[in-house]
């Protein structure tokens, strides 16, 4: 991949709380699955950052794309095989999502995005996801087909990393590992659009957000983010899904964002998330279909 999939373009406008007056609080900085990532802990119980970078670890030796050593690299390269337990686990969570959006999320748009990227005509009859058999821990892809994951995999790592933590005792953290998850809050975090910036709030409490700006990079004539039926329209600027779990939230920014109004409205209230959409011209709509 040269470059991320997806532009990052929701960011910290601020963190302080109340607590922040008086407790010690560190930040981690570094790379996870190709983006940008950190880790704000507050009060954080001895040994609760390694436990967090050894998962992160297993994260990118499970779902990378750009180390050919990786579990995906190399089910890509044999046409499948047998899963971890990580990787069972989420493209299940992808069977569910593909069939949630109406096919609208498929993962197996890969050898395109190559394709389009490296300026090759795409083999459009690969984008299938209907060809993957998925029985258990077994995979096997059909003729041609290869998996990416980044619609959806810096979500999943997300959640295992906040899971981490809450296993090790705290009580407060920010992580960032492209999409945003919080234990505890509030945090305010800020949604950014690139072609027309600031364009509101939202908070993070014991949730999670995640945010898609298809235009953030073109391959010819198509956006990033490619519809599996070759359309190369997308309806919405910048996408922000708030959810309870950053898995969801990550897989449905890529997928509402090959939606229209009325369906990512449908799609709010059937998955219980609330959305906030930007559209072409700068103006900002919002869902809320969150119980609460």
């Not at 607590?19 to 507050?42: C, E, N, P, V």
């Not at 003729?143 to 619609?151: F, P, S």
């Amino acid at each position: 991949m040269i470059s991320r999939r997806r532009f990052i373009t929701i960011v910290a406008a601020a963190t302080a709380l109340p607590w922040h007056a008086t407790a010690q609080t560190s930040r981690w900085r570094g790379r996870a699955l190709g983006a940008d990532a950190t880790i704000d802990l507050m009060g954080a119980p001895t040994g609760a950052l390694d436990a967090a970078l050894t998962m992160i670890r297993t994260m990118e030796k499970t779902f990378s794309l750009q180390d050919p050593a990786s579990e995906l690299s190399q089910l890509n390269a044999n046409g499948g095989g047998r899963l971890s337990p990580h990787m069972a686990a989420l493209l299940h969570e992808v069977d569910a999502l593909h069939h949630a959006t109406g096919g609208l999320f498929d993962p197996t748009v890969q050898p395109e995005f190559r394709a389009l990227a490296e300026g090759r005509t795409p083999p459009w009859e690969s984008v299938a996801w209907e060809q993957v058999q998925l029985s258990g821990d077994k995979l096997k892809l059909g003729d041609g087909q290869a998996l990416t994951l980044n619609g959806i995999a810096q979500g999943y790592a997300t959640d295992q990393v906040r899971a981490v933590l809450k296993e090790q005792g705290l009580e407060h953290a920010l992580i960032s590992l492209g999409e945003y998850a919080s234990i505890g809050g509030p945090f305010r975090l800020s949604i950014e659009d690139p072609h027309h910036g600031a364009m509101g709030y939202r908070t993070l409490e014991n949730t999670a957000i995640a945010t898609s700006s298809p235009s953030a990079l073109q391959l010819g004539d198509k956006t990033h983010i490619l519809h599996p039926k070759h359309n190369a329209a997308t309806y919405w600027s910048t996408v922000s899904v708030l959810a309870e779990r950053a898995t969801l939230a990550d897989g449905l920014s890529t997928a509402v964002a090959l939606m229209p109004g009325k369906d990512a409205q449908l799609m709010a209230r059937q998955a219980g998330v609330d959305l906030t959409l930007v559209d072409q011209d700068g103006d900002l709509t919002s869902i809320k279909g969150r119980v609460g």
